[in-house]
């Protein structure tokens, strides 16, 4: 320690300027720390919100009182050993279990209170048990039950989004060099095609190729019984993604191509491409210097946001293609009034969210020079 | 005026899409108008709400009859009669009146009907009416039927009637009356219509003065009307029709709510810059963390499926978006741009400057996105019907999608069911998108050309 001191103090005697942190590093510390707290902030406003939103100001807790009341009140009138007991007797023992379970469910504190508990709990991940929703395997942990799903979003919803998102770059950037051609004149004629979401293509798709041609299946997962064999199961599944890809990529597909096309159109009549051109550089050099560079912190943007929203699953394609995945869960989840479940994938969205914008604003502040540090909150 | 009409429509003639486009949307407006006018909302209401008292003539799952051209097998159509002076006989009696009527018809299709079921109406002090239903077939045969005292309002429901197939008790009873009757009752033979003019006979006698009776045969084919019917016997033309003004009104207000809004918001922050500014924008943050479709649907869930709640919360929801920093950008140039500063040299008063100069100079960027964000609330409207969360009273496009996908229309073939709501989806969402990326490249400078 002491000698370190005496180190420093000697470097510090040679040269007076030096410090030991460069204020770069200092500046860009203090960036991070800054855009990681507001981030963090806007993650509890918005998981707060959502869980007052989820909760309809108590008028979810009213909903889950009646119930806890009834079947209380149906367990009673069903089982036998109630059946000899004087009335009075059986009313104040059927009061104590609806108690019981009002409290088991939290029911008895004021919504206001509670609602910071679930807070504390959504943001450290506690996401704890759901009240009637359970996991196939049989598990009421909400981490367990949206794990469960998870993977089969992303199997179709990460191949979706990777595939509208690459064959989008790709056949924008073809495109854009053949600007004016029948394909290019065609890409725009077909952009306003992607007005219609994707379940909207898939309940023609279901029509043509389940109703009337009958060659791949209405919906689901897997064919019924499973096949045995590992490759019996991936013909199976890859059978069932025809559809909802389709659908996905008729629905995404072709604006995307048009906004990139005109972007990098765009981005090719800048002067300093102009001048490239005239220097007679390759016309690969010009499209890889100076059209797709400019481009790319965009494109990373886009391909970040392509995967945290592949993450949330999409509900309408899922319900109408019987996808036993994410968005399908939130939406049961919904119907049972299951508070945990939806907060709970609200919450990791929004952490999902919240660090990839948190890592893209860092990546910017690192390699992009117009974005400078420190003039953030004067902007 | 002339002249400036003639100079739009040359003006248009060099954007055929934006022509097209303003046509289909012309003939949009038109259909609402026509739906608005031919079934007032009360009525719309009424029927679509309405269960079998409502629509007792009018069969289940039928296809629209028009569909009859491209089948070779053409399927029976469905019609009502009427009791009425041409085909009633008046004869007067002693003691009573005999009203006699025949209801003659055609039936030269292969399959048979779905049904087939005789209204009536009668009058009467205290004496009812006796009625003896016959049914003639073309082969000759004379089937009796029914006979009985009526009441005010009754239903011969002659599909029910199981006096009529004893002897073939699997076989619907209209199924046995219009069969061959050496097909019936044969192993592996199925039974065949026989073809040609039958008439169905109502004998009605009435008792008293000034008694009457009037009667209504409905036979229910497999195809009816413009459109078809739905599981509910209901006309499928009544959604159809009154969803084309719900959507261009949800459309449009959606649009106009969150867009001008949006604009006038950014447009404000950027003008006073400061608190209000910073609040904006990480109002704005927020509001991107919260997912937009659970949230509708908790909404609806838990709450209420009022159609105009669902435009609040989608307004609510869409002000504070991506789009405001958009708008924000564009806004910080014209706060810095020289007139602003004239104005503001002047003396010009803070709204003055927002509202008549900077607003102005960005608006006509406004006009495309505009037109792009109908088709999109359109189809979200659609959305949340499918997934049940429909306003509970109005007959819109995605309810009949909804029904038609409850009702397994998919599986079960009726593709006119699923098809007719979802062309006039993608018609009205081709059309505004169109107008709208034509009009971008018109408003949009940079795409000029591109």
């Known amino acids: 320690m002491a000698n370190e001191a005496a180190t420093s103090g000697l470097a510090a005697s040679v040269k007076p300027k030096r410090r030991l942190i460069p204020p770069a590093v200092l500046k860009f510390a203090r960036y991070t720390a800054v855009r990681g707290i507001a981030l963090l902030l806007t993650v509890c406003i918005g998981v707060y919100i959502s869980i007052w939103i989820a909760n309809m100001g108590g008028y979810v807790d009213d909903i889950r009182r009646a119930t806890v009341t009834e079947a209380v009140a149906f367990s009673f009138r069903g089982n036998p050993i109630y059946q000899d007991m004087a009335p009075s007797e059986r009313r104040v023992l059927m009061e104590d279990e609806i108690a019981r379970q009002i409290e088991r469910l939290g029911l008895d504190q004021p919504f206001l209170g509670r609602s910071f508990g679930y807070l504390l709990d959504a943001l450290s991940l506690n996401l704890g048990r759901a009240e009637q929703m359970s996991s196939d395997t049989g598990s009421k942990d909400v981490k367990a039950i949206l794990l469960e799903r998870l993977p089969v979003t992303l199997v179709l919803f990460g191949t979706a989004n990777l595939l509208t998102f690459f064959l989008g770059v790709f056949i924008a950037l073809f495109l854009s060099r053949r600007y004016g051609s029948f394909l290019d004149r065609m890409s725009v004629a077909l952009a306003p095609t992607s007005a219609a979401p994707p379940w909207f293509y898939g309940i023609f798709l279901i029509l043509i190729f389940a109703s009337v041609l009958g060659v791949l299946p209405y919906g689901g997962m897997l064919d019924a019984p499973v096949p045995e064999t590992g490759l019996g199961r991936t013909l199976s599944l890859l059978k069932h993604m025809v559809l909802p890809l389709l659908a996905w990529l008729m629905g995404t597909l072709a604006i995307g191509i048009y906004t990139r096309r005109t972007f990098f159109l765009i981005h090719s009549s800048e002067d300093y491409v102009e001048l490239a051109k005239a220097k007679g550089l390759k016309s690969n050099t010009i499209e890889r210097r100076y059209v797709l560079r400019p481009t790319l912190p965009t494109i990373v943007t886009q391909f970040a946001f392509t995967l945290i929203y592949a993450w949330q699953g999409a509900i309408i394609t899922e319900t109408v293609f019987s996808w036993p995945g994410l968005g399908r869960l939130l939406f049961q989840a919904i119907g049972l009034f299951e508070t945990p479940v939806i907060i709970g994938s609200v919450v990791i969205f929004a952490y999902l969210l919240a660090i990839s914008v948190f890592l893209l604003d860092i990546i910017y502040a690192m390699i992009d020079p117009r974005v400078k540090l420190g003039s953030e909150g004067s902007q | ?450």
């Open chain 2, 1 to 450: 005026m002339m002249g400036l009409l003639k100079r739009l429509f040359q003006t248009l003639k060099l954007y055929p899409t934006i022509l097209a486009s303003s046509l289909i949307i012309l003939g949009l407006v038109g259909l609402s108008i026509y739906a608005v006018v031919a079934i007032p909302f009360n009525e719309a209401i009424a029927l679509w709400r309405g269960a079998e008292d409502v629509w007792s003539d009018t069969p289940r799952y039928a296809a629209p009859a028009w569909t009859n051209a491209f089948r070779g097998n053409k399927l029976p159509e469905t019609f009502t009669l009427h009791s009425g002076e041409e085909n009633t006989v008046v004869t007067e009696g002693d003691t009573s009146t005999e009203y006699l009527t025949s209801f003659t018809f055609d039936y030269d299709y292969r399959t048979f009907p779905q049904e087939m079921n005789v209204f009536f109406e009668a009058t009467y002090d205290r004496a009812k009416p006796y009625v003896i239903v016959t049914l003639f077939t073309p082969d000759g045969r004379e089937i009796p039927m029914f006979r009985g005292a009526i009441r005010t309002s009754q239903r011969y429901a002659i599909s029910q009637d199981t006096s009529l197939n004893k002897s073939t008790p699997d076989l619907p009873p209209h199924i046995v009356l219009l069969a061959d009757p050496d097909t019936l009752g044969v192993e592996g033979v199925e039974p065949e219509v026989v073809p040609g003019e039958y008439t169905l006979q109502i004998k009605a006698l009435t008792f008293e003065e000034g008694s009457t009776v009037e009667s209504r045969y409905t036979l229910y084919g497999d195809v009816y009307g413009v459109a078809g019917t739905d599981q509910r016997r209901r006309d499928i033309t009544v959604a159809l029709l009154w969803g084309t003004p719900i959507a261009l009104i949800f459309g449009l207000c959606a649009t106009v709510g969150t867009s001008i809004l949006t604009f006038i918001i950014a447009a404000l922050g950027t003008w006073y810059g400061g608190w209000l500014d910073a609040a904006i924008q990480r109002i704005t943050e927020v509001n991107l963390m919260l997912p937009f479709l659970p949230i509708l649907i908790m909404v609806g869930t838990f709450y209420s499926r009022s159609i105009w709640l669902m435009l609040a919360v989608i307004i609510a929801l869409g002000i504070f978006t991506a789009a405001i920093k958009g708008y924000r950008a564009m806004f910080l140039q014209v706060k810095n741009s020289p007139y602003i500063e004239a104005a503001r040299a002047y003396g010009a008063s803070n709204t003055r400057i927002v509202f008549r100069y900077m607003i102005p100079k960005i608006a006509p960027v406004l006009v495309p996105t505009f037109v792009t964000g109908i088709p999109t609330f359109v189809f979200l409207e659609a959305s949340l019907a499918v997934l049940g969360l429909g306003d509970p009273v109005l007959p819109t496009w995605g309810k009949v999608l909804r029904d038609a996908y409850q009702g397994g229309a998919l599986y079960r073939g009726y593709y006119y069911w699923v098809l007719e709501p979802a062309i006039l989806l993608m018609i009205t969402g081709l059309a505004f998108s169109m107008l709208g990326f034509a009009l971008d490249r018109i408003f949009n400078p940079r795409l000029r050309g591109i």
